[in-house]
């Protein structure tokens, strides 16, 4: 038992969603606010298609299938990965916080009895269209997409690499496509994602590390 906590020692990470859930879920309760709108006349000319909630809900398979590999593989991959999702996470919490958005255009009703469909009716059941730029949703997709094609294990696969690509493609279309987030969200959260990934996967702090270890050692 002791030299499996101890190979699985950066499991800590996780006590990142002791702060994330009470914030995330603490927002979206909230009534006395004024959300700010960010739909936009593109958003009026995509379509409502209901097969997108299938790549919307492959999501949180990604997402959790991504983390678990890397967990159980690569301790450096995955503190890359969870230090990208978390950084980027919180980011989007603060501006929920501090600029409330909302995006509340999905269909008036969902008819049929299909699987698509009653997936869509649970999505828009259990999950508010608020507090969605940036969409945490495409942020996410993209970082594991990244985690993946940066993964050691995988440098020489473009099987894996078309996989993540592909998956971040279909998830955040699918934001779109059933009016569940506006482009504005999924651009936002692209931007994001492209900061946090010169952030966490291009800058070389090991040189920042051995100057603190060398000052110490003076």
């Known amino acids: 038992m002791k030299q499996l906590l101890q190979k699985y020692k950066h499991a800590w990470v996780f006590l990142y969603f002791i702060i994330y859930m009470p914030w995330y879920f603490g927002i979206q309760l909230r009534t006395q606010v004024a959300f700010h709108d ?8 995509i379509p409502f298609i209901s097969w997108f909630i299938l790549p919307y809900v ?83 997709s993209i970082g594991c997409a990244i985690a993946l094609i940066k993964c050691k294990q995988f440098s020489k696969s473009y099987g894996m690499k078309i996989f993540a690509i592909v998956s971040a493609v279909l998830i955040t279309l699918s934001t779109m496509f059933i009016k569940q987030h506006s482009i504005i969200d999924a651009l936002m959260a692209t931007l994001l994602s492209i900061i946090l990934y010169i952030v966490v996967y291009k800058v070389d702090y090991s040189k920042f590390f051995d100057k603190r270890k060398q000052l110490k050692r003076e």
């Not at 960010?38 to 000319?45: E, K, L, N, P, R």
């Not at 949180?60 to 967990?71: D, R």
């Not at 990965?81 to 603060?94: D, K, P, Q, S, W």
Request: net charge negative; with cysteine.
């Open 38 to 45: 960010v739909y936009t006349s593109i958003d009026q000319a």
């Open 58 to 140: 492959y999501w949180f398979l990604f997402v959790a299938g991504t983390i678990a590999y890397l967990f159980f593989t690569d301790k450096e991959d995955f503190y890359k990965c969870t230090a990208f999702l978390f950084i980027g996470m919180t980011v989007c919490l603060i501006v929920f916080t501090i600029y409330p958005t909302s995006f509340d255009h999905r269909p008036i009703t969902i008819e049929g009895n299909s699987l698509c469909q009653f997936l869509v009716n649970f999505i828009y059941t259990a999950d508010k269209s608020q507090n969605v730029c940036p969409s945490i949703h495409v942020y996410n």
